[in-house]
């Protein structure tokens, strides 16, 4: 065991500061990273603030992070896919059983033992696992993915969690060329859809509710904007949809983005609003459309999403801050004050 330096939150109300965290040393199977940049998710800021505390109480102290790239500084002796030097990320996951239907059919994000990279029990210390707001952090090799290196690796971060959010449904439901595509929302994940679906070669239109927001969802790939409050708007676009990746977490009528689908046509909520959505019957059952919700993606697909990412020049769009200014991040996430992820430079924890 080593201790990494770290930001940690006491509780749920006290801001992040400076702590030192035990991290294991690495094992016969394991990877250990020196962390260059992590992204911020919102939720970390669930997390930290234990806003989940029904699903998945927080335990304190609490290091968040879950959108990590870094460099392999040290590897185990059954290591071969990494060696010192690598470029290499972590998303959301750093542990499964590797033996249910799921891990089997490499969709991890659905074992019911996946050990997640923060607040969830660490099988090797005790306590629960500490995320990537740290200078290091050591995970089992099948959890490590290969970071090309053309890519900005600030930019890279959030595509562990973000990028794969987004990337995992519009590969599932066959998004591709010729396909007409919807992205609700145009935030942390929204400009995501917009990026992959345009490089899949679909026909991408954004629903927003924010007129000035036209600009940029075209500068991002969008083919069209539509404000989604102009019912008018809303009508030309009717029953003509292959799918729509609904991102928001605000409460919204899903019920006009379903009346949008095709025969046969799929909504994906990627998004979790905190009340449950009222939908109609009818709208799903005449054009036998579906409504669905996707979590991340198994360790392959993100691996896929990253190498697609690193032909594409894809990555998300970033405002890099110290990490000595995550309390003030946390406050502009609230308000929607970033454009469009926040991706922490770790070298900031250096001045600690």
């Known amino acids: 065991m080593y201790k990494a330096k770290a930001y940690s939150a006491a509780n749920a109300t006290s801001p992040l500061a400076s702590n030192t965290i035990p991290r294991r040393e690495p094992t016969e199977q394991d990877v250990q990273i020196e962390i260059l940049f992590c992204g911020i998710c919102h939720s970390d800021l669930h997390t930290v603030r234990?806003?989940?505390?029904?699903?998945m109480p927080t335990v304190y102290p609490c290091v968040p992070g879950h959108e990590i790239v870094g460099k392999v500084t040290k590897v185990g002796s059954g290591v071969t896919r990494f060696k010192p030097g690598d470029l290499?990320?972590?998303?959301?996951?750093?542990?499964?059983?590797?033996?249910?239907?799921s891990c089997r059919d490499g969709l991890e994000q659905f074992c019911p033992e996946m050990t997640l990279t923060y607040n969830s029990p660490d099988k090797h210390l005790g306590g629960v696992?500490?995320?990537?707001?740290?200078?290091?952090?050591?995970?089992?090799?099948?959890?490590?993915?290969?970071?090309?290196?053309?890519?900005?690796?600030?930019?890279?971060?959030?595509?562990?969690?973000?990028g794969i959010t987004t990337y995992s449904p519009l590969r599932h439901w066959g998004v591709t060329t010729g396909k007409k595509v919807g992205v609700v929302g145009l935030g942390g994940l929204g400009h995501m859809g917009v990026k992959f679906a345009?490089?899949?070669?679909?026909?991408?239109?954004?629903?927003?509710?924010?007129?000035?927001?036209?600009?940029d969802a075209l500068r991002l790939g969008a083919h069209e904007v539509v404000i989604s409050s102009n019912a008018e708007e809303m009508q030309k676009h009717a029953g003509s949809f292959d799918f729509i990746l609904d991102t928001v977490s605000a409460d919204h009528d899903i019920n006009a983005y379903i009346n949008l689908l095709t025969r046969d046509g799929n909504l994906t909520l990627v998004g979790a609003p905190e009340k449950p959505l009222a939908?109609?019957?009818?709208?799903?059952l005449f054009?036998?459309?579906?409504?669905?919700?996707?979590?991340?993606?198994?360790?392959?697909?993100?691996?896929?999403?990253?190498?697609?990412?690193?032909?594409?020049?894809?990555?998300?769009?970033?405002?890099?801050?110290?990490?000595?200014?995550?309390?003030?991040?946390?406050?502009?996430?609230?308000?929607?004050?970033?454009k469009y992820r926040f991706?922490?430079?770790?070298?900031?924890?250096k001045s600690e």
């Open 50 to 55: 234990d806003e989940w505390h029904s699903v």
């Open 88 to 101: 290499a990320g972590v998303g959301c996951l750093v542990d499964s059983d590797h033996t249910c239907p």
């Open 129 to 162: 696992t500490y995320g990537g707001y740290s200078d290091s952090i050591v995970v089992d090799e099948h959890f490590v993915l290969h970071v090309p290196a053309n890519l900005n690796l600030a930019g890279v971060a959030p595509l562990l969690c973000a």
């Open 198 to 215: 345009r490089a899949f070669g679909a026909h991408v239109v954004v629903f927003t509710t924010s007129p000035g927001k036209k600009a």
């Open 279 to 284: 939908v109609s019957a009818f709208g799903l």
């Open 287 to 338: 054009g036998r459309r579906s409504l669905s919700g996707s979590p991340i993606g198994g360790i392959a697909e993100t691996q896929e999403m990253l190498d697609f990412c690193g032909k594409h020049g894809i990555t998300a769009d970033v405002e890099i801050i110290p990490i000595q200014k995550v309390n003030e991040a946390y406050e502009r996430l609230v308000k929607a004050d970033v």
């Open 343 to 349: 991706s922490i430079d770790m070298a900031s924890l």
